[in-house]
Nanobody, 124 residues
Framework: QVQLVESGGGLVQAGDSLRLSCEAS????????MGWFRQAPGKEREFVAT????????SYADSVKGRFTISRDNAKNMVYLQMNSLKPEDTAVYSC?????????????????WGQGTQVTVSS
């Protein structure tokens, strides 16, 4: 069982940066692939970024490629999402998730554990 707690959300202006953090419980964090997803009001949850168990491989949604960076620190049981050049369309609740599959994976249904999310609001 893995518990995930996100932090770092907030209200920023377009062009600003934010770093989201996700702290995981449990001793086997380094076995899981991790992902960030987001859900805007009235929309379905969508994939943002994923990182494999070791941190050696990442993948991003086209909408954030070049602006967002996912990373992890297995010694601290942490995964991060650095978000630069934020746009109003990035406004959403951002959630981290853990998958028993150790490699990068983009599908929501392949993730086994979810955090409650943190709100990111980008004003124009």
């Amino acid at each position: 069982q893995v518990q995930l707690v996100e932090s770092g959300g907030g209200l920023v202006q377009a062009g600003d940066s934010l770093r989201l953090s996700c702290e995981a419980s449990g001793r086997t964090f380094s076995r899981y692939a991790m992902g960030w997803f987001r859900q805007a009001p009235g929309k379905e949850r969508e994939f943002v970024a994923t990182i494999n168990y070791s941190g050696s491989s990442t993948s991003y949604a086209d909408s954030v490629k070049g602006r967002f960076t996912i990373s992890r620190d297995n010694a601290k049981n942490m995964v991060y999402l650095q978000m630069n050049s934020l746009k109003p369309e990035d406004t959403a609740v951002y959630s981290c998730a853990a998958s028993n599959f150790p490699h990068t994976i983009t599908k929501t249904t392949h993730y086994d554990y979810w955090g409650q999310g943190t709100q990111v609001t980008v004003s124009s």
